[in-house]
């Protein structure tokens, strides 16, 4: 009988355990699929019909960081996967803050990405605490071991991995004895919160004993501490100043640069793409080639391939470049080893430069328009004319040293967009041709007394919001709309200026305008939320370099507070304003070009009146509008029209 119960018990569990292991044949079929390689793919190359997206994260943007991703868009392409076709790219940067990297990477693991590509190995570590829902794949690190990555490049955390490249830095030293037997004191400055320069720097001292040099060196804190520890290095009888891949240092080169060539110092460097701005030499890594390399391991994640089975590798093409001019300048000869490498070419038609105050859409739509506009008129870039771009990041400090280096080169037309950047050149640059964009009022700036009397070496394209336009457009939306809102920028004369627009406009059509002041990014979010307990109905957001660069915590305000977000910059409409009524940046850029054209012909900026943008379009969100509740009007839907120059009291 016991037999009998026993044998029945074990029937059962077998009939049970069948049941279940049915049951779950489809989930563990499923699974399985998933995981088998698609027939025709290697792992590598684009899914055909797939769409991608890729989060991008970086410290700042800089030379570095443009050929290295130039190099990885172009790996991905010969993989199949093309920028703005199967590959949809969301890029967020630190402004050269280590202190903002863990926020951006923060707000990018709540993206709805693929995966994350990592830059720098401050980025790294940041990215290591913050990053929890996606894989991640890092490069232009020279360190990410001492980021945090891992014990060793095959075994490293589960959910990153990635290429680095430490630099040569026994044939950098090697290079500045070559070039100064003499030399026996080095100066260099670093973030000594950046493990990769730390790093560095130690494997330089122990080097540098063997070659009998000494290593002077200084740290900083943040980008505007830079200029000031370069000055007090050159006060410290240094013989030559080397500075390593630190991206705090990087970010404020250009007053590296001049502190270093007012000083008559030799600056070398470990990244080859500074060397055009006015360093004498690098000895360093061909990012771009770092790049390419990194395109298969984000093509293997973007295909579902789980990092943690993906070594890091380290990758290095070392690189020498020189430059003649500065060489010549400190009457310095290189010696006939070296003189054979490959030098930026000397012979350019046309020596130009780009300035911008803040990384911002508006700025990179005016950057895009100012190089197609050159290209439109025969220029190709690399062989009939040059190119230096700056950026401040939006720092005061660093925007008086871009006027410094800028003021101090030989030009034969400069291009700047932002109020801030041309009040500072305005000032200081008096006799090189200057072309503007990107400036509401340049009356008001200080540029002239009217569009046609104005200073003598500049002209350039008013981008003065269409106040009027928004205005009519959030009335006939929201029918019996009473009170809206913005928050300016005290500091920004064209915040200034463009809120007296907006409230003019707004009143003419019978509503209150509510406005919050806010100078730093922080205060930005804290005025958004005190502004909707204020009674706005909706946003009507100017768009000043600060808050243009940061509307992004305005807009999560709308969202959370159900109050619309009405604004004036295109990008601003894909990413969550119900619509904007946008000045056509990029072609702010390719006017811009046009003016330039005449300068370059022979005119003089003096008798080159000031212009307004040539277009305006009015850009919607249907998902915002369905989100809260608002039908926009057929006749402002896909509308683009000439500019109306409602403004005439800046003539």
């Given at each position: 009988?016991?037999i009998?119960?026993?044998?029945?018990?074990?029937?059962?569990?077998?009939?049970?355990?069948?049941?279940l292991?049915?049951?779950?044949?489809?989930?563990?079929?499923?699974?399985?699929?998933?995981?088998?390689p698609?027939?025709?793919?290697?792992?590598?190359?684009?899914?055909?019909?797939?769409?991608?997206?890729?989060?991008?994260?970086?410290?700042?943007?800089?030379a570095t960081?443009?050929?290295?991703?130039?190099?990885?868009?172009?790996?991905?392409?010969?993989?199949?996967f093309?920028?703005?076709?199967?590959?949809?790219?969301?890029?967020?940067?630190?402004?050269?803050?280590?202190?903002?990297?863990q926020?951006?990477?923060?707000?990018?693991?709540?993206?709805?990405?693929?995966?994350i590509?990592?830059?720098?190995?401050?980025g790294?570590t940041?990215a290591?605490?913050?990053?929890?829902?996606?894989p991640?794949?890092?490069?232009?690190?020279?360190?990410?071991l001492?980021?945090?990555?891992?014990?060793?490049?095959?075994?490293?955390?589960?959910?990153?991995?990635?290429?680095g490249s430490?630099?040569p830095?026994?044939?950098?030293?090697?290079?500045?004895?070559?070039?100064?037997?003499?030399?026996?004191?080095?100066?260099?400055?670093?973030?000594?919160?950046?493990?990769?320069?730390?790093?560095?720097?130690?494997?330089?001292?122990?080097?540098?004993?063997?070659?009998d040099?000494?290593?002077?060196?200084?740290?900083?804190?943040?980008?505007?501490?830079?200029?000031?520890?370069?000055?007090a290095?050159?006060?410290?009888?240094?013989?030559?100043?080397?500075?390593?891949?630190?991206n705090?240092?990087?970010?404020?080169?250009?007053?590296?640069i001049?502190?270093?060539?007012?000083n008559?110092?030799?600056?070398?460097?470990n990244?080859?793409d500074?060397?055009?701005q006015?360093?004498?030499a690098?000895?360093?890594?061909?990012?771009?080639?770092?790049?390419?390399?990194?395109?298969?391991?984000?093509?293997?994640?973007?295909?579902?391939?789980?990092?943690?089975?993906i070594?890091?590798?380290?990758?290095?093409?070392?690189?020498?470049?020189?430059n003649?001019?500065v060489?010549?300048e400190?009457?310095?000869?290189?010696?006939?080893?070296?003189?054979?490498i490959k030098?930026?070419?000397?012979?350019?038609?046309?020596?130009?430069?780009l300035?911008?105050?803040?990384?911002?859409p508006?700025?990179?739509?005016?950057?895009?328009?100012?190089?197609?506009?050159?290209k439109?008129?025969?220029?190709?870039?690399?062989?009939?004319?040059?190119?230096?771009?700056?950026?401040?990041?939006?720092?005061?400090s660093?925007?008086?040293?871009?006027?410094?280096?800028?003021?101090?080169?030989?030009?034969?037309?400069i291009?700047?967009?932002s109020?801030?950047?041309?009040?500072?050149?305005?000032?200081?640059?008096?006799?090189?041709?200057?072309?503007?964009?990107?400036?509401?009022?340049?009356?008001?700036a200080?540029?002239?007394?009217?569009f046609?009397?104005?200073?003598?070496?500049?002209?350039?394209?008013?981008?003065?919001?269409?106040?009027?336009?928004?205005?009519?457009?959030?009335?006939?939306?929201?029918?019996?709309?009473?009170?809206?809102?913005?928050?300016?920028?005290p500091?920004?004369?064209?915040?200034?200026?463009y809120?007296?627009?907006?409230?003019s406009?707004?009143e003419k059509?019978?509503?209150?305008?509510?406005?919050?002041?806010?100078n730093?990014a922080t205060?930005?979010?804290?005025?958004?939320?005190?502004?909707?307990?204020r009674?706005?109905?909706?946003?009507?957001?100017?768009?000043?370099?600060?808050?243009?660069?940061?509307?992004s915590?305005?807009?999560?305000?709308?969202?959370?507070?159900?109050?619309?977000?009405?604004?004036?910059?295109?990008?601003?409409?894909k990413?969550?304003?119900?619509?904007v009524?946008?000045?056509?940046?990029?072609?702010?850029?390719?006017?811009?070009?046009?003016?330039?054209m005449?300068?370059?012909?022979?005119?003089?900026?003096?008798?080159i009146?000031?212009?307004?943008?040539?277009?305006?379009?009015?850009?919607?969100?249907?998902?915002?509008?369905k989100?809260?509740?608002?039908?926009?009007?057929?006749?402002?839907?896909?509308?683009?029209?000439?500019?109306?120059?409602?403004?005439e009291?800046?003539?």
């Amino acid at each position: 009988m016991k037999i009998l119960k026993i044998l029945n018990g074990i029937v059962a569990l077998a009939l049970a355990g069948s049941i279940l292991l049915f049951s779950d044949w489809e989930n563990r079929e499923a699974k399985k699929e998933k995981n088998q390689p698609i027939a025709g793919n290697t792992g590598e190359n684009a899914i055909p019909g797939k769409k991608y997206t890729i989060g991008l994260t970086y410290f700042g943007p800089d030379a570095t960081l443009d050929a290295t991703l130039a190099g990885l868009w172009d790996g991905l392409k010969e993989l199949g996967f093309t920028k703005d076709s199967n590959l949809k790219v969301i890029a967020q940067h630190a402004n050269g803050e280590i202190g903002n990297l863990q926020p951006i990477h923060l707000n990018m693991d709540n993206q709805p990405v693929d995966m994350i590509v990592v830059t720098s190995t401050p980025g790294i570590t940041a990215a290591i605490s913050a990053v929890k829902n996606h894989p991640m794949v890092f490069t232009m690190s020279y360190t990410p071991l001492e980021a945090g990555a891992g014990n060793s490049y095959s075994d490293h955390l589960p959910n990153i991995t990635g290429v680095g490249s430490f630099p040569p830095v026994e044939r950098t030293f090697n290079f500045i004895k070559d070039l100064f037997p003499e030399a026996k004191r080095i100066g260099t400055l670093y973030n000594s919160s950046e493990a990769n320069s730390v790093k560095v720097v130690k494997t330089a001292k122990d080097y540098m004993k063997l070659k009998d040099l000494e290593l002077i060196e200084t740290t900083v804190v943040n980008t505007s501490e830079v200029y000031q520890a370069a000055t007090a290095l050159c006060m410290r009888n240094i013989d030559v100043m080397w500075v390593t891949g630190d991206n705090t240092a990087l970010q404020a080169i250009h007053g590296i640069i001049k502190v270093c060539r007012d000083n008559k110092i030799p600056l070398i460097l470990n990244d080859v793409d500074y060397v055009d701005q006015g360093a004498l030499a690098a000895v360093g890594i061909g990012w771009y080639k770092t790049g390419s390399q990194t395109a298969p391991i984000v093509a293997r994640v973007l295909n579902g391939e789980s990092p943690a089975g993906i070594p890091i590798i380290n990758y290095v093409e070392e690189d020498i470049k020189l430059n003649f001019e500065v060489a010549k300048e400190l009457n310095i000869t290189f010696p006939d080893i070296y003189r054979s490498i490959k030098t930026p070419e000397s012979e350019k038609i046309y020596k130009f430069c780009l300035a911008h105050y803040v990384d911002s859409p508006n700025t990179d739509e005016v950057e895009k328009g100012i190089k197609d506009g050159l290209k439109n008129n025969g220029f190709i870039e690399g062989k009939n004319y040059s190119l230096k771009i700056f950026n401040a990041q939006g720092d005061v400090s660093t925007l008086n040293s871009i006027t410094e280096v800028v003021g101090s080169d030989k030009w034969d037309l400069i291009f700047a967009s932002s109020t801030p950047t041309m009040q500072s050149f305005s000032k200081k640059i008096k006799q090189t041709p200057i072309v503007f964009s990107n400036v509401g009022d340049p009356v008001r700036a200080g540029l002239g007394e009217s569009f046609t009397k104005h200073l003598s070496n500049l002209t350039g394209i008013s981008t003065m919001s269409d106040f009027d336009g928004l205005v009519n457009l959030v009335i006939e939306s929201m029918p019996g709309i009473k009170i809206v809102g913005t928050i300016f920028t005290p500091g920004e004369i064209n915040s200034v200026a463009y809120v007296e627009g907006l409230k003019s406009a707004a009143e003419k059509r019978g509503l209150t305008l509510i406005t919050v002041p806010a100078n730093t990014a922080t205060e930005v979010a804290d005025a958004a939320q005190a502004i909707t307990s204020r009674g706005i109905e909706a946003f009507t957001q100017i768009s000043d370099n600060l808050t243009g660069s940061c509307y992004s915590s305005i807009i999560r305000e709308s969202y959370k507070s159900k109050i619309p977000y009405f604004g004036f910059v295109s990008d601003q409409a894909k990413n969550g304003a119900v619509a904007v009524v946008a000045r056509d940046y990029y072609s702010a850029g390719i006017d811009a070009v046009e003016l330039a054209m005449k300068v370059l012909n022979g005119k003089s900026p003096a008798d080159i009146p000031f212009k307004f943008v040539s277009k305006t379009s009015v850009k919607v969100n249907k998902e915002a509008m369905k989100y809260f509740n608002i039908s926009i009007p057929d006749k402002f839907l896909n509308q683009e029209e000439q500019v109306i120059k409602q403004v005439e009291n800046l003539k």
